[in-house]
């Protein structure tokens, strides 16, 4: 490994402070050493992800002048995981060990930025907030727990990291079949990638009495299925285990077995019913359906943040249905300052620019309603359920990675679900489970109420 000198202090110092991968790893560094722009490794818990992370960021800080993120899935992560987080070994934080002080200019605690005397930076970001940073684009980034990260960041940085000629760096444990394994699978056949899967069985980091013993207190703990799952997931990187609360997944997996997940064409002149859920910083997300018999199908599927009502009237317009009912959830009825003299809730705008009739559906918040009426309804009413594998695909694989937090002190599933970007298309669909059947039968909707046009009226 070539250690990196910096005269930006009187004394020349070594980058990074000594640290030598292990053997193991040499083959993830040596690629990114040599100029290597995109890689995935697949690696086992403890492994050091994140070490190499950082410590090829050093080598990089000191070479070329520009922005470094390193991004977790969520950003309230990002203090307990990386910038507060302590080597065992040497009772150092992570980052004064990959980024020694003599080489910093400032370091911001508060949104966790270091500045170096160069004129490089790097930060921790979160794939939930990555677009609401300000200041130069990066031209090297760090994906970490990549699996768990929300998928639609890679595209909006993907295109910067193109122009400038930056690294792409994607590190993470398995977590079922989702993108982490579809962008590894294409990794294995771009020459231009490296692509990696690194066992535990594989490494030094346990032995074999050690990966037993986890083994065997891991099953003790979860029983048998989940256990084993659990222990093939972390450790065996398995792509096939259960994802430890995820309150749909089996069901999702059912459906794909079945063949439930396929193309499903939209059947002209029949109505296409729509289902909400409400954000502005947080998505907006929207499920269309069309009833079919007994079946319910889902042929498309559309999300956004930051915009406002009338972009999504006008996503809507564009798509070439006949609407039925739109079922928002019971924020809808929330009133806000508006334009008008008067406060109007979401449902009296969303109406009067044309979505319409908006039905509001008494979806609470209440996480023993959620578990006891509301996941019990999504469960009985997937079986139903077909949906277009290419319109839905991100909300299907939200639907399927949707799972309560988990404590990571007391090793228990909280009684309360992980608010990321699963969160949104599945509460969305919360609001078909509960709010479909509720309102079958409605009222006939009378647009003389309002001065636009009806052009989404049925």
């Known amino acids: ?59 990089q800080v000191v070479q070329r002048v520009g922005n470094y993120w390193h991004m977790l899935p969520m950003y309230a992560q990002c203090r307990k995981s990386v910038w507060d987080a302590v080597n065992p070994r040497s009772g150092k934080r992570r980052i004064d060990e990959a980024f020694p002080l003599e080489i910093r200019e400032k370091t911001r605690e508060n949104d966790m930025f270091i500045g170096f005397k160069n004129g490089a930076s790097w930060q921790l970001v979160g794939s939930d907030n990555f677009n609401a940073l300000v200041g130069s684009p990066p031209i090297g980034i760090i994906a970490s727990e990549w699996a768990l990260a929300d998928p639609l960041c890679w595209p909006y940085i993907m295109p910067i990291l193109e122009e400038n000629n930056g690294f792409a760096l994607f590190i993470t444990t398995s977590r079922g079949n989702n993108h982490a394994k579809t962008m590894l699978d294409h990794g294995m056949q771009d020459p231009k990638w490296f692509a990696e899967v690194t066992k535990a069985d594989q490494t030094p980091v346990f032995t074999k009495e050690q990966l037993s013993g986890i083994r065997t207190e891991l099953v003790a703990i979860w029983g ?28 999702i997996r059912e459906a794909r077995a079945d063949k439930r997940i396929t193309n499903v064409p939209h059947q002209t002149g029949q109505e296409v019913h729509t289902f909400w859920d409400l954000g502005v910083d947080d998505s907006t997300t929207i499920w269309f359906m069309q009833e079919n018999g007994k079946s319910y199908h889902f042929i498309d599927y559309y999300e956004n943040t930051g915009m406002g009502l009338e972009h999504y009237a006008k996503v809507l317009k564009e798509k070439p249905y006949i609407y039925g009912n739109h079922h928002m959830p019971h924020d809808a009825n929330q009133r806000e300052l508006t334009n008008s003299e008067l406060a109007m809730s979401k449902k009296e705008m969303a109406e009067r620019i044309g979505i319409r009739p908006v039905l509001v559906v008494n979806r609470m918040r209440n996480m023993d309603v959620f578990m006891q009426v509301q996941v019990p309804a999504v469960r009985n009413v997937l079986s139903s359920c077909w949906f277009d594998k290419d319109k839905c695909a991100r909300g299907i694989n939200a639907l399927e990675y949707f799972q309560a937090e988990f404590d990571d002190d007391k090793k228990v599933l909280k009684q309360r679900y992980l608010h990321n970007w699963c969160s949104h298309a599945s509460t969305a669909f919360i609001t078909f489970a509960v709010g479909y059947e509720q309102h079958a039968v409605s009222k006939p909707f009378d647009p003389s109420k309002f001065l636009t046009s009806n052009w989404m009226a049925a």
């Not at 100029?35 to 690696?43: D, L, M, Q, V």
């Not at 048998?224 to 069901?251: R, T």
């Open 224 to 251: 048998d299925d989940l256990g084993e799952a659990l222990y093939q997931q972390e450790y065996m990187c398995s792509f096939e285990g259960a994802i430890m609360g995820a309150y749909f997944g089996k069901q």
């Open 1 to 59: 490994m070539k250690q990196q000198g910096y005269k930006g202090s009187n004394r020349k110092i070594r980058i990074p402070n000594n640290w030598v991968p292990r053997e193991d790893q040499l083959p993830l560094w040596l690629y990114l050493e040599g100029g290597g722009k995109r890689a995935i490794e697949i690696a086992h818990r403890r492994w050091g992800k994140d070490d190499v992370a950082l410590h090829f960021t050093a080598t």
